[in-house]
């Protein structure tokens, strides 16, 4: 049945009155607008803080400052930001992407502000072959890698990050090279975080050292040990008799410094070739085995001396253990 104009203003009129008899909330209305406003700046904001380029046949990633990430995709294994135990901040500066099965290299280019950059891979899985992770600063002809050991050592399996050997002061411009090795490189996606650190202002107490274990494999049988605290004291000498057998020599570095202090060993005043590191855990980083024809006289004096080429590490403390094993191999 039609109605007039006047019926159908009576009922709209009817119809609407009890939302016009409610009052309206200004305040909640104003606050939601306001922050949907916030959101949409801040995407905006996200959208151009990186640029993507192709260079050389690699992925190049030029980021505009070190707060800015490379890519908006945060996950766990690559946080922004995080602490270890010793009160060390990791703050990530970039991330980027390698798949072996597609690519021969990756580049890409990172702002660092002058503080220890250190890369945190993201593996395939725990125990991966990794791939040769490398940098350049522009204008100079070197090439600078990880550090002590030029390779992602137990990077994968432990979850802790690999330090660069510290760039030359006043680099403010890095260019990363990832290389797989055909054959080696586990097969999957690695993603890699660029961190650089700062130690904490007030440095902790070094945690206990670790005791090390009374046998390694059925043969070798604990001698003796010392432990000393860095950044204190950087050397532990052990002496042990000689009794026919061969000695292995274990070093272990607590806190955050296993994988991370190179070391060097002498024994009887001569300084011995063989593992660069001081391992993260008692006997579990393998060990350097002395044969009987190296050892001479009644005693065999064994020194061990931390070394690195990051000042930093001063500042972060730690534990020394040295464990001379006696036996035959």
């Excluded at 908006?72 to 995080?82: D, G, I």
């Excluded at 137990?154 to 760039?167: S, T």
């Excluded at 670790?210 to 532990?236: D, Q």
């Excluded at 070739?273 to 350097?288: R, V, W």
Aim: contains cysteine.
């Amino acid at each position: 049945m039609p109605i007039d104009q006047r019926e159908l203003r009576d009922l709209l009129d009817e119809r609407s009155s009890p939302a016009l008899d409610r009052p309206i909330p200004w305040h909640s209305l104003r606050a939601r607008t306001r922050g949907a406003r916030r959101r949409r700046l801040s995407a905006v904001a996200a959208a151009v803080t990186f640029a993507v380029a192709v260079v050389a046949g690699g992925t190049v990633v030029s980021l505009r400052g070190p707060d800015q990430p490379t890519t908006a995709n945060v996950t766990e294994k690559l946080p922004s930001r995080y602490e270890e135990s010793d009160g060390t901040v990791y703050r990530r500066l970039a991330t980027a992407t390698f798949d072996p099965a597609r690519q021969a290299s990756v580049l890409f280019e990172v702002k660092v502000s002058g503080k220890p950059v250190a890369i945190l891979p993201d593996c395939p899985s725990p125990k991966a072959a990794p791939p040769q992770v490398s940098a350049h600063v522009p204008g100079l002809d070197k090439t600078f890698t990880l550090s002590p050991a030029p390779f992602l050592m137990n990077a994968c399996e432990r979850g802790k990050a690999v330090d660069l050997q510290p760039f030359p002061a006043g680099t403010r411009t890095v260019t990363f090279t990832v290389n797989g090795s055909p054959g080696r490189t586990a097969p999957g996606e690695w993603r890699f975080g660029v961190y650089e650190w700062t130690p904490p202002s007030t440095m902790k107490t070094a945690s206990p050292p670790a005791e090390p274990p009374a046998k390694i494999g059925k043969e070798l049988n604990l001698a003796a040990k010392a432990t000393t605290t860095w950044p204190g004291s950087r050397e532990v000498t052990v002496t042990v008799p000689n009794k026919g057998l061969g000695l292995a020599v274990a070093t272990y570095c607590g806190d955050g410094l296993g994988d991370r202090l190179s070391r060097k060993v002498w024994v009887n005043g001569r300084l011995i070739k063989g593992g660069i590191d001081c391992s993260a855990s008692p006997g579990g980083g393998g060990f350097l085995y002395l044969g009987e024809r190296l050892l001479s006289g009644k005693t065999t004096t064994i020194r061990v001396r931390l070394e690195t080429s990051i000042t930093e590490y001063l500042r972060r403390p730690g534990t020394l253990t040295v464990a001379v094993y006696a036996g035959d191999m």
